[in-house]
Antibody, heavy 119, light 110 residues
Framework: EVQLVESGGGLAQPGGSLRLSCAASGFTFSSYWMTWVRQAPGKGLEWVANINQVATAQYYVDSVKGRFTISRDNAKKSVHLQMNSLRVEDTAVYYC????????????WGQGTLVTVSS | QSVLTQPPSASGTPGQRVSISCSGSSSNVGSRTVNWYQQLPGTAPKLLIY???QRPLGVPDRFSGSKSGTSASLAISGLQSEDEADYYCAAWDDSLIGLVFGGGTKLTVL
């Protein structure tokens, strides 16, 4: 059974930093792209970042470029999102997901971790 | 303002067929496959349709997807109360070099 478990969310001040982690199990982690998607309170889904199997390619939504960094550790079967220079508008539930092979579909999702940016 | 356009709401009665549209452009829906997600209240999204019209294992055949040009649709037949959820379309965008989502459609079963 595929499992994705996010951690690291919490309260941060504007300008602060947080590091999210996602622990994967139940599949060959090193064979899949991974992605982070966020959802602000009461709002829709917004893609944040993707990373390929060997961490040689990363893509980001414009609003987080230069502030967020996606990374992965295939030995530990985990993907991370380092979030710096946080803004109030980064407040959201952050989901990690496994990307399928067909057309960037997010096949499996974690339960999400809440990030709140507030002074 | 989302890159992909969905109606904010849709509704139907049990047993009815409802359809949710997703309008994009040549850089996303027109040239890439569309995926659909279902998000039940208080839960993580779930993949419902991938590659325009394919259902993952376990998704009932009441759910179907289609695409024509720069528009895609999700159809739900034999509507059930448990289908009440938010539905999102998504596709890769070659101009933005990233994944784009629709704004979501809240489906109400009357």
């Amino acid at each position: 059974e595929v499992q994705l478990v996010e951690s690291g969310g919490g309260l941060a001040q504007p300008g602060g930093s947080l590091r999210l982690s996602c622990a994967a199990s139940g599949f060959t982690f090193s064979s899949y792209w991974m992605t982070w998607v966020r959802q602000a309170p009461g709002k829709g889904l917004e893609w944040v970042a993707n990373i390929n199997q060997v961490a040689t390619a990363q893509y980001y939504v414009d609003s987080v470029k230069g502030r967020f960094t996606i990374s992965r550790d295939n030995a530990k079967k985990s993907v991370h999102l380092q979030m710096n220079s946080l803004r109030v508008e980064d407040t959201a539930v952050y989901y990690c997901a496994r990307v399928g092979y067909n057309g960037w579909e997010s096949q499996d999702w974690g339960q999400g971790t809440l990030v709140t940016v507030s002074s | 303002q989302s890159v992909l356009t969905q109606p904010p709401s849709a509704s139907g009665t049990p047993g009815q067929r409802v359809s949710i549209s997703c309008s994009g452009s040549s850089s996303n829906v027109g040239s890439r496959t569309v995926n659909w997600y279902q998000q039940l209240p208080g839960t993580a999204p779930k993949l419902l349709i991938y590659s325009d019209n394919q259902r993952p294992l376990g998704v009932p055949d009441r759910f179907s997807g289609s695409k024509s040009g720069t528009s895609a649709s999700l159809a739900i037949s034999g509507l059930q109360s448990e289908d009440e959820a938010d539905y999102y379309c998504a596709a890769w965008d070659d101009s933005l070099i990233g994944l784009v989502f629709g704004g979501g459609t809240k489906l109400t079963v009357l």
